[in-house]
Structures are given as structure tokens and as C-alpha cells.
T-cell receptor, first 114, second 115 residues
């Protein structure tokens, strides 16, 4: 029972490089989202998707891009990495209102931009 | 606007002590969900409990209990007879009923249980 799987777990990037954080879920959840966690700030929503082909911006979308071509996958792209994007990233998924909005998180991806 | 406040940044207790983690929320919605998540030192986020706004019954699960009071907009979490394994960061979160993608998280409370 894999749940929500994120890769890579750790990554170091140079400023200006681009990369994609992968996220996959095997629970047939419609809702998927990306959060970033920074010290003293809790988790903040970057982008979210309510189904294949539908995405929207969250609280802190600048510098990130997403797409949802399948129900299972929701990759997060960093277009041109900046030191301010050093953070821990969590992918999450949910059935939605039928499950009382409970979301389940992946194990996190630690990203350092130097 | 929605907001979740966890005023306790860090709490240290000695093993077997009881400890309460506070959570105060703000929302204009009449229907919403409240959550607690645990983040142990390994870093993953573990779902602990969900409570909807129409259910004010307190809940107990083993050594964990939750006190939901709409009158004070609080959803506090108590650990009875704390153990070292309870050491973690605990997050309280709020979600509007229709917007499952929009969780508002508190800044978290770091709990240290000392042996």
C-alpha cells in the first residue's frame, strides 16, 4: 500500500537550475496538492488540483509550475531555482468532501538551493 | 479570512506528565473541518484526527484526547502520560468544507518529552 509517493527525497540545486519533484498516489484520489514547509511558518499551499486536467494556484505559487495529466500524478516544477525555494516540499492527496476533506501526505522532499 | 494560531512554539515536559497543545482558529464558514497532524523527527506528516464543525463531542483515543469548543474557536489536543515517542511537531489545520485543497495550517508546536 504505497499511498502518496514523492521523489526525490533529497536534492541540492544550483541557483537557476530547473527540476521536477514527482508525486504519485495509488488511492484514486481526485484532489492533489503541493505544500512547502518553512521554519516557523507551518505549511503553505503552492498549487492544487481537483482532478485530471484542472489545476490552480495556492498561497505561494510564484516560481512553480504544475500539471495534472493523470489522476495518479501531480509533478511540481521549479522553473529557475532560487535560494528562497530552499524548503521541504510535501505532496498530498484526498478523496475530497466524501472523506471529510482528510488529506494524506507523502514523506516529503528536502530541497536545498545554493 | 481563515487563520489557525498555535501560540505555543515549543513545550518541554518530563515523561508521564500530561500536556495540552492549544489551537485557536478563525473562520467565517459555518461548515468546516479541523485536523491535527504529527510530524516526528523523521519528517513525515501523520494524520491524527479530523473533526467537523457540527460535531463538538470530545474524542479520546488511547492517551490522546481532543477538546473542540466552538464557543471559543478552539480545538485543543491533550496527551496523557506523555512518552518520549510523543516528541514531535504537532500541527493544527483548518479546511473549509468545500475546499479540500485549501488547508490552513498553524505554525506548529514542538513537543519535547524528556526521559
Amino acid at each position: 500500500n504505497a499511498g502518496v509517493t514523492q521523489t526525490p527525497k533529497f536534492q541540492v540545486l544550483k541557483t537557476g537550475q530547473s527540476m521536477t519533484l514527482q508525486c504519485a498516489q495509488d488511492m484514486n484520489h481526485e484532489y492533489m496538492s503541493w505544500y512547502r514547509q518553512d521554519p516557523g511558518m507551518g505549511l503553505r499551499l503552492i498549487h492544487y488540483s481537483v482532478g485530471a486536467g484542472i489545476t490552480d494556484q495556492g498561497e505561494v505559487p510564484n516560481g512553480y509550475n504544475v500539471s495534472r495529466s493523470t489522476t495518479e500524478d501531480f509533478p511540481l516544477r521549479l522553473l529557475s531555482a532560487a535560494p528562497s525555494q530552499t524548503s521541504v516540499y510535501f505532496c498530498a492527496s484526498s478523496y475530497g468532501p466524501s472523506s471529510g476533506n482528510t488529506i494524506y501526505f507523502g514523506e516529503g522532499s528536502w530541497l536545498t538551493v545554493v | 479570512a481563515q487563520k489557525v494560531t498555535q501560540a505555543q512554539t515549543e513545550i518541554s515536559v518530563v515523561e508521564k506528565e500530561d500536556v495540552t497543545l492549544d489551537c485557536v482558529y478563525e473562520t467565517r464558514d459555518t461548515t468546516y473541518y479541523l485536523f491535527w497532524y504529527k510530524q516526528p523527527p523523521s519528517g513525515e506528516l501523520v494524520f491524527l484526527i479530523r473533526r467537523n464543525s457540527f460535531d463538538e463531542q470530545n474524542e479520546i483515543s488511547g492517551r490522546y484526547s481532543w477538546n473542540f469548543q466552538k464557543s471559543t474557536s478552539s480545538f485543543n489536543f491533550t496527551i496523557t502520560a506523555s512518552q518520549v515517542v510523543d516528541s514531535a511537531v504537532y500541527f493544527c489545520a483548518l479546511s473549509e468544507a468545500g475546499g479540500t485543497y485549501k488547508y490552513i495550517f498553524g505554525t506548529g508546536t514542538r513537543l519535547k518529552v524528556l526521559a
